[in-house]
């Protein structure tokens, strides 16, 4: 099976395979690779919604640029819902292709693969898969990502939702970037939901990368989101830490 | 509606990668950890393709914030970068791994 015939088969079972919605330490996933680098990565979320208990999310993940064009990563998951105890709750394998080379294309573009194992077997397996986009204009990177996202062999009714993230920012300097992140969902990926059942957020966002010495490189982002829907978290602080060695 | 609206955004977005047109080339060459040439002039104004040679053993990483590029090149192996169109000014890149030798500046005008 060739790369187009493998993505092909990705998307059909993702389209054809219960609605997922965004975890508190989401992230914006970028379309670059970079070969050979390993990183450790660690992810943090946590959201709250007027009459509903605090959600917090974290993964621990270890990532490997495989190839000039495929980067794998694999993260533990742990959620944490009002006062309960953290508990685990996922392993998830991502995978990421880079389509051509930065620049070379009117749009940077990317794949990504996500397969997630929920400790609670009920959940059953998640994948989500869907193309990543990047395009500077001078000092300001735009990224847009559209994500199918499914549920199998789980106890809750199997649909295909679709979700979206994106990100702009001024790219100041190295060590501080800001801008705005949204996320959203819309639901079922042909038959959106009404508008004030989908979930939308955006809010302002920080980045930054400090080199450390060789290949050692320490990068971060950060944001904090507002609803912009009614059934989206009231607010939601989220962050990513990368070592990078 | 959705369905359309999502299969015409990814029909146009993905319908971009299709433009790619022959760019100016210029080379650059890592050796002992440095480049050469260190300044580059390219013309503003017009997307162009480095070639980046690296004739060193041990890997390095083209990296430049003001061009927005980071890309990893095997030791004894080449690899293309396209940057631009640019504005006219000096944009600055290094060799990450080996920052205090690896330096140069692309100069468009």
């Not at chain 1, 959620?79 to 508990?87: K, L, V």
């Not at chain 1, 959106?192 to 990368?209: L, N």
């Not at chain 2, 650059?28 to 040439?37: G, N, V, Y």
Request: proline share 5%.
């Amino acid at each position: 099976m060739n790369a187009r015939a493998a993505v092909a088969a990705l998307l059909i079972a993702a389209t054809y395979g219960s609605a997922a919605h965004a975890d508190p330490d989401d992230y914006v996933a970028l379309p670059g690779v970079e070969y050979g680098e390993r990183e450790l990565e660690l992810r943090f979320g946590t959201a709250t919604k007027s009459g509903e208990e605090r959600a917090s999310a974290a993964s621990l993940a270890f990532g490997y640029g495989l190839t000039p064009w495929w980067a794998t990563e694999v993260y533990a998951k742990y959620h944490r819902s009002g006062s309960e105890a953290t508990r685990f709750d996922a392993i998830e394998w991502e995978n990421k292709f880079e389509i051509g080379e930065p620049g070379q294309y009117f749009v940077d573009m990317g794949f990504l693969v996500e397969l997630e194992w929920a400790n609670d077997r009920a959940e059953g397996y998640e994948l989500r898969v869907g193309p990543l986009f990047q395009k500077d204009f001078g000092l300001v990177q735009t990224n847009f990502n559209f994500l199918l996202q499914r549920h199998f062999r789980s106890d809750e009714h199997e649909v295909t939702d679709l979700g979206y993230q994106w990100q702009a920012k001024y790219r100041w300097r190295p060590e501080f970037e800001f801008g705005l992140q949204g996320f959203g969902d819309v639901g079922k990926w042909n038959d959106w939901d009404a508008h004030d059942v989908q979930t939308h957020t955006v809010g302002p966002a920080i980045f930054g990368k400090f080199p450390l010495g060789g290949r050692q490189v320490f990068k971060y982002n950060a944001a904090l989101l507002f609803k912009a829907s009614s059934a989206a978290p009231d607010h939601t602080l989220r962050a990513q830490l990368e070592y990078e060695f | 509606m959705p369905v359309r609206f999502v299969v015409v955004a990814c029909a146009l977005l993905g319908a971009t990668a299709a433009l790619a047109a022959g760019e100016p080339e210029f080379a650059i060459t890592i050796r002992d950890h440095q480049f050469t040439p260190a300044e580059i002039t390219v013309p503003a104004g017009v997307k162009v393709k480095l070639v980046v040679d690296n004739q060193d053993t041990g890997p390095e990483e083209f990296d430049s914030h003001a061009l927005n590029r980071e890309k990893v090149i095997a030791g004894k192996t080449k690899a293309t970068i396209f940057i631009g169109p640019l504005a006219p000014g000096r944009y600055p890149f290094i060799g990450e791994f080996n920052a205090t030798t690896a330096r140069g500046e692309v100069v468009a005008q």
